[in-house]
């Protein structure tokens, strides 16, 4: 029987958002209905398909720790700070979402039950398997982890088929594209390959935690019109990285 991850077949999935794709370039506003309600638009479509959709957001739009930290300020804290940003954008497509019609749970690594519910691994699959779109905020609850990481272990955790990392870039590149017009996009990439070349696809926990557990990667390019939504519903878009490339 074919690969599923080959024909891009997906049941379920996690979809890694960048924090800072919510804001409008140029503008002071930290997160941009209009941005956020797009996101919200393609999940739905995705999720109509009867895709099962978990998503982690980074919280980069508000704040980053590993910045902060650099400038003076405990690294520890700076991160709680952080994981609290990942939390407001959680909150900001649950709402999106709820408002298109699409039953959506927030689960945080850090208890805040008047806002979200803990996250407990049975729960959020049981949430998945009725039909509701899960969102993964508070990073993994832990300082100097980043979200890409929380991404890897979260879709270990639930059994997701694939990573849908959401960038600026179209997909993996043997060099970096925008400083060497050169520089060759792979439509599949393995994981020892982009150890030796040193490819930067997930920070080295999160590409350990996936390479680990065989968890397959795609990156794609978010900007793409319709891509979020493509790449949910399998698809081929971006670079699928995987254990073996033939």
Known sequence: MPDPILRRNFKRVVLKLSGEALREPGSHDNISPEIV????????????????????????NFWRGISASGR???????DYM?????????????SMLEDMGVPTRVQTAIEMKNVAEPFIRRKAMRHLELGRVVIFGAGTGNPFFSTDTTAALRASEIGA????????VDGVYDADPVTNPEAKRY???SYQECIERDLKVLDSTAFSLCRDNAKPIIV???KAEDNIRRALIGEPVGTLVTAEVD
Not at 72 to 78: I, Y
Not at 161 to 168: G, H, M, P, Q, R
């Open 187 to 189: 439509e599949r990439v």
């Open 220 to 222: 794609f390019d978010m």
């Open 72 to 78: 003076g300020m405990d690294r520890a804290t700076a």
């Open 82 to 94: 952080g994981m609290l940003a990942t939390v407001m954008n959680s909150l900001a497509l649950q």
């Open 161 to 168: 088929d694939v990573i849908l990392k959401a960038t600026k």
């Open 37 to 60: 309600g797009d996101m919200a638009r393609q999940i739905k479509l995705a999720h109509q398909a009867g895709i099962e959709i978990a998503v982690v957001v980074g919280g980069g």
